[in-house]
């Protein structure tokens, strides 16, 4: 068990350009979470995935933002036409889960993502 | 729509202190609450995780204790080190469709100097 991993640790774009983070769950974790940070402020939930299914996204999610997670393995997350207001930490967690069961998540180390 | 308050946002104390972080939250309907530690540029470490149920949680020097009643839940960190220097997040934990949803505090920043 190595814990959660994301790729890149660090991220710097120009506007407009396309970005991808990458994350890769504790091994045999079923459900994935992705959370957005801003400076100052705690993590907002932006998606789920039960396995390969994503059940859930927030409003924040706009029509930019796509994840997926093939295969119900890594995920990844992907930002088309970058804003500067998409400066920001991207977390990665992950669980073992069971239908309204208590579960623990189990966060990775982030992607910090800079749009100049 | 749940919203969760920590008072400070930020403290600076000497080493040796006792501290009491706070953590309220406006909707008394949730799960469990469960306290997290940041490092500056780093992922969130869990401390603790306080059921719905239980009154409080001890690990270390770290004690949690949660009132629903009243939407308060505190962190209490028991002669502090400069170790302990790091951003405290509460997360009120709800139960929505089929899994745990995290409901984050902007946090509490701490440095403890020598």
């Known amino acids: 068990d190595t814990g959660v991993s994301q790729n890149p640790r660090h991220k710097i774009t120009k506007r407009g350009q396309n970005v991808t983070f990458r994350c890769d769950p504790i091994?045999?974790?079923?459900?994935l979470y992705w959370y957005r940070q801003t400076l100052g402020q705690g993590p907002e939930f932006l998606t789920y995935?039960?396995?390969?299914?994503?059940?859930?996204k927030s409003r924040l999610l706009s029509d930019r933002f796509s994840a997926e997670r093939p295969k119900g393995s890594f995920s990844t997350l992907e930002i088309q036409r970058t804003e500067q207001g998409d400066s920001a930490m991207y977390l990665c967690?992950?669980?073992?889960?069971?239908?309204?069961?208590?579960?623990?998540?189990?966060f990775g180390p982030g992607t910090r993502l800079l749009v100049l | 729509k749940q919203e969760v308050t920590q008072i400070p946002a930020a403290l600076s104390v000497p080493e040796g202190e006792n501290l009491v972080l706070n953590c309220s939250f406006t909707?008394?309907?949730?799960?469990?609450l469960q306290w997290f530690r940041q490092d500056p540029g780093k992922g969130l470490t869990s401390l603790l995780l306080?059921?719905?149920?239980?009154r409080e949680q001890t690990s270390g020097r770290l004690n949690a204790s949660l009132d629903k009643s009243s939407g308060r839940s505190t962190l209490y960190i028991a002669a502090s080190q400069p170790g302990d220097s790091a951003t405290y997040l509460c997360?009120?934990?709800?139960?929505?469709?089929?899994?745990?949803?995290?409901?984050f505090g902007a946090g509490t920043r701490l440095a403890v100097h020598p």
């Open positions: 306080i059921q719905s149920s239980q």
């Open positions: 995935f039960q396995n390969e299914a994503q059940l859930e």
């Open positions: 967690a992950s669980s073992l889960g069971s239908a309204g069961g208590q579960e623990t998540q189990y």
């Open positions: 997360a009120v934990i709800t139960i929505s469709g089929g899994y745990n949803k995290l409901i």
């Open positions: 091994s045999e974790h079923n459900r």
């Open positions: 909707d008394s309907a949730i799960y469990n």
